[in-house]
């Protein structure tokens, strides 16, 4: 029993990434809109060149190890966020 709900758990998070995916709105995409795209997102890290943030839009996702920074970046450029948008994104909220 346990490995069948180990495999629903995996099918759930797979097909709410696709999902994701299909309507075009990514983690990533929508973190990267927020701070008004890739440049911008960059410029608020510190970052000289864009390619890392282009990295997390072209993977769907921000690593878990740069979401503080992000959080951070967003707090200086006063841009309402929260920890939430990292895990869940329903457009219009």
């Known amino acids: 029993m346990r490995n069948a709900y180990a495999f629903q758990y995996f099918f ?4 709410t990434h696709y999902a ?5 709105m990514t983690q990533s995409t929508h973190i990267i809109s927020l701070f008004g795209g ?5 410029k608020a890290l510190g970052h000289n060149n864009p ?21 951070d970046a967003a707090k200086r450029a006063d841009i309402p966020f929260t920890t939430r948008e990292f895990f869940f994104h329903e457009e219009g909220s």
């Open 51 to 71: 390619s890392t943030v282009q990295g997390w839009l072209r993977r769907g996702y921000i690593p878990a190890r740069q979401q503080a920074a992000v959080l």
């Open 12 to 15: 759930i998070l797979t097909a």
């Open 20 to 24: 994701y995916i299909l309507c075009g």
């Open 38 to 42: 890739i440049r911008p997102l960059a």
